[in-house]
Nanobody, 124 residues
Framework: VQLQASGGGLVQAGDSLTLSCRASGFTFGSYHMAWFRQAPGKEREFVAGITVWSGSRRDYSDSVKGRFTISRDNAKNTIYLQMNSLKSEDTAVYYC?????????????????WGEGTLVTVSS
């Protein structure tokens, strides 16, 4: 199983950035997918999640709602996180994760697989 995140970098406040996460080694179309992030000195937190169901329900944390958009391409086994209007407080290592069992809480402990993170730094 592998979740390979990419797309991180250094941007200025107000800029946009798109993260990608390519999955392999499991049946991607059967797993709900999510992005988490961890800022220095803070706990890992949920950012956005997308389900496998028809219509692909999307959930977002309050801190990113309206600015970030999660999407998935099942043909490419890939999820994306479009991040707009970035703020300095969005600076963190971003991780993609997957779970076979949906929960509205999207708790980190409920994730089955994790990828390596990609660092996003937003300068103010």
């Amino acid at each position: 199983v592998q979740l390979q995140a990419s797309g991180g970098g250094l941007v200025q406040a107000g800029d946009s950035l798109t993260l990608s996460c390519r999955a392999s080694g499991f049946t991607f179309g059967s797993y709900h997918m999510a992005w988490f992030r961890q800022a220095p000195g803070k706990e890992r937190e949920f950012v956005a999640g997308i389900t496998v169901w028809s219509g692909s329900r999307r959930d977002y944390s309050d801190s990113v709602k309206g600015r970030f958009t999660i999407s998935r391409d099942n043909a490419k086994n890939t999820i994306y996180l479009q991040m707009n209007s970035l703020k300095s407080e969005d600076t963190a290592v971003y991780y993609c994760a997957s779970t076979a069992k949906y929960s509205t809480a999207w708790g980190a402990q409920g994730m089955d697989y994790w990828g390596e993170g990609t660092l996003v730094t937003v300068s103010s």
